[in-house]
């Protein structure tokens, strides 16, 4: 994910209105394939 997509999913979840129920939000990290600017 993208840092974008991850503040994106933090904002909807500190979003939601009181006494919404929500499932767990888990995000695992996934290390680049190649150096950046390859």
């Known amino acids: 994910m993208r ?4 503040a994106e999913a ?3 979840v500190v ?3 009181r ?3 929500i499932t767990t ?3 695992h990290p996934e ?3 190649h ?3 390859e």
């Open 35 to 37: 150096e950046v600017g």
């Open 10 to 12: 933090v904002m909807a």
């Open 3 to 6: 840092p974008a997509g991850v």
């Open 19 to 21: 006494g919404t129920h």
């Open 15 to 17: 979003e939601m209105a």
């Open 25 to 27: 939000l888990e995000i």
């Open 31 to 33: 290390a680049p394939l």
